[in-house]
Every structure is written in C-alpha cells, then in structure tokens.
C-alpha cells in the first residue's frame, strides 16, 4: 500500500511565526487531505487536495502530485493552533481506506 | 448538516467480553469508514461500507467486523476483547468513494 511520510514529527514556534508541514506520498493518490487532531481526538478537516494550491484563511496547502508531496502552510501562528496535524492519502481503489502519515505535534508558544 | 456523530463516546469493557459501536454519517453520505487510533500504531484503516456492502477491510483479525444499515449508519463489533484494542475508534463518512472524508468525534475504548 501506499506510503505516507510527515516532517518536522515535532515543531515549537512562537506566537506570530510562520510554519511549513510536508508530507510525502509514495504513489499517485485519488485524495489527500489535511487534518488537525483537536485535544479531545476528534480529526477537523482543513483541506482536501489531490493537486494544486487552495487557501483558507492563515492556512494554505499545496500538493504537487507529481513529485508526490504536499505542504501545509500555517502563517502567523496562533496558540490556539496547537496539536497534532496529520496527513492521508488515498491511492488507486482506495483498498487500503485512507493512510495516515505520524503526524506533526505542534506546539505554538504565546 | 449535522455532522458525523458517533455513539457511545466512552466505554469500558473486560477481557474477553464484546462491544459494540455506532456510527451516523452526515445526511446523505453513503460511504462509512472506520479507524483504530492507538498511540503506538498511530490511526490505522479498519473497514469501509458503501451502500451496505463491505469495500475494504483493513489487517485486522476477524475479532473485528462491521455491518451499514440501509439508512447508511454503521456498526462495528470487536469480540473476544484483548488489551491491546484499547484505543479511539473514528469513523468517517463521504458522499462518494474517495470523495472527503469527514469524521465523528470517536469512541473511546478502555479494555482492562
């Protein structure tokens, strides 16, 4: 099955700083999506993308399915960003349901 | 819409007893997936229904099972419970087949 790599695992920024959070694939995917893993487990969507660049808001992402990577963008960091951020790909029929990469534990400090 | 509600969201069992967990897709969608987060293992696939009929089944032992109603809401059982299921249990749920997954908040299973 397809394989799904995240770095930094950790992160540590400040209020107001930039980040980056990249996952690699290791096959084409029929989906890939970004999610945030809230404290009480509950996984929020931030964006479904299998190609292309969207926004929303401070967040962006970029997936360049070509080269089998995406890239989460958090501008201006806040506290309440905080958490787990996780990355899954769905590839060919989708036999394997979504994989999940480790994840990304940020912690933003005020 | 209402959004992906998952029942109960806390449980406790024994070794060896069974349990049972529900899923309530958002209205509409008709495709149910289910997923095992454990801290070491990290969210793993279990199962996915789409129209009553089982697509997919993640590398699970037999112990787990699922069913869809024809309303699309979901059921999974594990029996025989052992320690290591101890875990959150997430579904999710889309439209389409490798459309946007969306997920409930989980169920949380304690095995001791």
């Known amino acids: 099955g397809i394989q799904v790599e995240q770095s930094p695992p950790d992160l540590i920024l400040q209020e107001g700083a930039n980040s980056t959070l990249r996952c690699n694939f290791s096959d084409s995917v029929n989906n890939l999506q970004w999610f945030h893993q809230n404290p009480w487990g509950q996984l929020i969507n931030l964006f479904y993308?299998?190609?292309g660049t969207k926004q929303n808001g401070r967040l962006s992402a970029t997936t360049v399915a070509t080269e089998r990577y995406s890239l989460l963008y958090i501008s201006s960091s806040q506290t309440t960003d905080s958490g787990v951020y996780f990355c899954?790909?769905?590839?060919?029929?989708?036999?394997?349901?979504?994989?999940f990469g480790k994840g990304t534990h940020l912690i933003i400090q005020p | 819409k209402a959004g992906v509600t998952q029942t109960p969201r806390y449980l406790i069992k024994t070794r060896g007893q069974q349990v049972t967990l529900s899923c309530s897709p958002i209205s509409g969608h008709r495709s149910v997936s289910w997923y095992q987060q454990t801290p070491g293992q990290g969210l793993q696939f279990l199962f996915e229904y789409f129209s009553e009929t089982q697509r997919n089944k993640g590398n699970f032992p037999g112990r787990f099972s699922g069913r869809q109603f024809s309303n699309s809401r979901s059921e999974m059982n594990v029996s025989t419970l052992e320690l290591g299921d101890s875990a959150l249990y997430l579904c999710a749920s889309s439209l389409l087949v490798a459309d946007t997954q969306y997920f409930g908040p989980g169920t949380r299973l304690t095995v001791l």
């Open positions: 993308i299998p190609s």
């Open positions: 899954a790909a769905l590839s060919g029929g989708g036999a394997d349901g979504l994989t």
